[in-house]
T-cell receptor
């Protein structure tokens, strides 16, 4: 099993550009989430999904869109990048067991100039 | 509302025991998780307490008191590789009806030789 994979690992954008961060999991987990982590801070939930076709907003959803057409994939779209979106983005998948134990991908380090 | 408190930094020497405390306030509380994150890496799951008491997993133990909204992570026989950030993450219900983890800013543990 590859677990949770994320692409790209690094990305530099200019203000106003759009892009999609990819996330895929091969564990057949129903839950998937996107977090952002800023320096010295914890993880903040952007959007999450409890199954294919179902998504909802987390703590910091503004400027981001998600969709979940399959169990495996959960892409995150930045609509018009802003410097405030410079961060490390983690995708995670989980089941409901062990306190929704999150399996994290390696992260995408995004810089918006 | 939701709130989470844990110390920002803890320093200890190799072989020692260290305790990282966590107090929380979470809607619809289910249990308390702990995650470890090394610099530049993804968070990894350590433990989950749904019930009051102590859970032991090797050198790591985690404790929960639901009535006090308090938990701690105990690390014994510290090793250099334990230098990392540790996050407590209560599992609760915030927006909507899905259970979600809330991550605090974490505790940076430095293990000295």
């Amino acid at each position: 099993n590859a677990g949770v994979t994320q692409t790209p690992k690094f990305q530099v954008l200019k203000t106003g550009q759009s892009m999609t961060l990819q996330c895929a999991q091969d564990m057949n987990h129903e839950y998937m989430s996107w977090y952002r982590q800023d320096p010295g801070m914890g993880l903040r939930l952007i959007h999450y999904s409890v199954g294919a076709g179902i998504t909802d907003q987390g703590e910091v959803p503004n400027g981001y869109n998600v969709s979940r057409s399959t169990t495996e994939d959960f892409p995150l779209r930045l609509l018009s990048a802003a410097p405030s979106q410079t961060s490390v983005y983690f995708c995670a998948s989980s089941t409901s067991g062990r306190g929704n134990e999150q399996f994290f991908g390696p992260g995408t380090r995004l810089t918006v100039l | 509302g939701q709130s989470l408190e844990q110390p920002s930094e803890v320093t200890a020497v190799e072989g020692a025991i260290v305790q990282i405390n966590c107090t929380y306030q979470t809607s619809g509380f289910y249990g308390l998780s702990w995650y470890q994150q090394h610099d530049g890496g993804a968070p990894t799951f350590l433990s989950y307490n749904a019930l009051d008491g102590l859970e032991e997993t090797g050198r790591f133990s985690s404790f929960l008191s639901r009535s006090d909204s308090y938990g701690y992570l105990l690390l014994q026989e510290l090793q250099m590789k334990d230098s990392a950030s540790y996050f407590c993450a209560p599992l609760g219900v915030s927006s909507g009806s899905a259970r979600q983890l809330t991550f605090g800013s974490g505790t940076q543990l430095t293990v000295l030789p």
